[in-house]
Nanobody, 123 residues
Framework: QVQLVDSGGGSVQPGGSLRLSCVAS????????MAWFRQAPGKEREEVAT???????SYADSVKGRFIISKDNAKNALYLEMNDLKPEDTAMYYC?????????????????WGRGTQVTVSS
């Protein structure tokens, strides 16, 4: 199973930017789907963005135009560039990975998860 270590969270003011990183224990070029999820207190976990091994991406409507998911296979890393952050983006963010062929958005659940990195957007 792929081990994931996510980082890069912090506290920012509304309108600010952050870049989250996730380093995988194996080559990201061999991982079919990678994704970022988030979970706010008292809310269900939601899928934020996904990226397929060949590069196709998908985003939740709430972050389209503000967030960019990308990966660097040379560094075995996944990123989430977050711009124009809003208070409603406050949550614990998790990276996830599934090496097998599948639809990247939605079910089934991802088998590998990072421990999470906290993002707080507040004035």
């Amino acid at each position: 199973q792929v081990q994931l270590v996510d980082s890069g969270g912090g506290s920012v003011q509304p309108g600010g930017s952050l870049r989250l990183s996730c380093v995988a224990s194996s080559s990201t070029s061999g991982i079919y789907c990678m994704a970022w999820f988030r979970q706010a207190p008292g809310k269900e976990r939601e899928e934020v963005a996904t990226i397929v091994s060949v590069g196709g991406t998908s985003y939740a409507d709430s972050v389209k135009g503000r967030f960019i998911i990308s990966k660097d296979n040379a560094k075995n890393a996944l990123y989430l560039e977050m711009n124009d952050l809003k208070p409603e983006d406050t949550a614990m963010y998790y990276c996830a990975a599934d090496p097998v062929y599948r639809m990247c958005w939605g079910e089934p659940p991802y088998p590998s998860w990072g421990r999470g990195t906290q993002v707080t957007v507040s004035s």
